[in-house]
């Protein structure tokens, strides 16, 4: 953990902190086309590989902190107050930022315009959009480099939220743009289930690491994969990307496949879709699939394709379709 936040924990609060009467900020989820799964170091939340991603549009969370008269802290996912076991995980959270959080006359509101928890990536989009609120609000000075320590804290992949473009979570910590999508690149997402999962990724990867006979292999391949993806996308070599991503993709289900218990997140559906993508390519449409720890599948491709292949898949029965494009990254929308 970063010494910073850990004096935080440490220290005794203080009266008169710093607060603004208002912020709103606004970020993105980002999908992982080269996976993270597994923690090197839990407590400071660093990865076994790199992963690298890209953040999608119309997906994002929106958070809200304002001041109150007076009272406690009140916290609102989506609109429902949390309380017990839920406040007490997102307190721990904020406590890395200010000691005393509960104590003070502050309301959150936390929104998610996508599924939460269905894996896809709420948690990226949540707690980037947190910690960067929770800094602005607090009027805390920090680097780039601390804003990612802190945001990795709540859920690793959220730092990769915190830029734009296709963009890399090393081993090390650091988070780096690597290049700009083309602008006519699109990810349709097959919604199969807006289910909340049953195992958090969080435990799930750990169970992995512990577990599973195919974790170092994993490991290795996966290295080899981001290395090969980073330069790969340096001139966007699609082909070479997209086959990649699908790479990691199959290594990360081998882990949770291979996991004692075993995680099942994909479903029968999850992999008919990523069938069917694999023969429409072959039929030459340019498109590369990848799912997560959940079952939904999401479709990398090109504009023009996306017709042809809504079609494809409303045919087979799958009519729950977005459409994103790339996004943004973490960004304060207002300050007052
Ligand atoms: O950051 P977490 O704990 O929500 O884990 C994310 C794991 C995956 O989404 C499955 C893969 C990834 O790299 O985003």
Not at 1 to 23: F, N
Not at 122 to 136: E, I, V, W
Not at 289 to 299: C, F, L, Q, R, S
Request: charge should be neutral.
């Amino acid at each position: 953990m970063d010494e910073r936040w850990r004096k935080c924990l440490g220290h005794v609060p203080t009266r008169g902190v710093k607060m603004k009467k208002k912020v709103q900020v606004r970020s993105p989820i980002n999908i992982a086309l080269c996976k993270y799964w597994g923690k090197k170091d839990e407590e400071n939340v660093l990865p076994y590989t790199d992963s690298i991603s890209l953040t999608l549009d119309s997906f994002y969370t929106d958070v809200i902190i304002e001041r109150k008269e007076y009272g406690n802290l009140e916290f609102y996912l989506n609109e429902v107050l949390l309380e017990g076991n839920k406040k007490e995980q997102i307190l721990e959270y904020m406590r890395y930022i200010e000691p005393d959080i509960e104590n003070m006359p502050i309301r959150i509101f936390s929104k998610n315009t996508g599924p939460t928890a269905a894996g896809l990536a709420s948690s990226s989009s949540a707690f980037s959009a947190l910690s960067l609120a929770l800094l602005t609000f607090f009027e805390k000075t920090y680097s780039f480099d601390e804003l990612v320590e802190l945001s990795r804290l709540g859920s690793g992949s959220s730092c990769r939220s915190l830029l734009d473009g296709f963009v890399r979570w090393t081993r090390k910590g650091l988070v780096e743009k690597l290049a700009n999508p083309p602008k006519d690149l699109s990810v349709i997402v097959v919604m199969l289930s807006k289910k909340q999962k049953r195992i958090s990724s969080r435990d799930a990867m750990k169970i992995g690491v512990e577990t599973s006979p195919y974790y170092d292999e994993y490991v290795m391949k996966n290295q080899l994969i981001s290395d090969e993806m980073a330069h790969a996308l340096k001139t966007f070599d699609f082909e070479k990307v997209g086959l990649l991503m699908e790479e990691s993709t199959a290594l990360m289900h081998k882990v949770m496949d291979t996991s004692s218990p075993r995680v099942m997140y994909p479903t029968k559906d999850s992999y008919l879709v990523m069938n069917l993508v694999k023969d429409l390519r072959r039929k030459g449409v340019t498109s590369y699939a990848t799912m997560d720890a959940g079952p939904n599948v999401k479709i990398f491709t090109y504009e023009n394709h996306v017709e042809g292949l809504m079609e494809a898949l409303k045919s087979e029965g799958f009519s729950s379709l977005e459409v994103l494009k790339p996004g943004g990254k973490a960004r304060v929308i207002s300050s007052e």
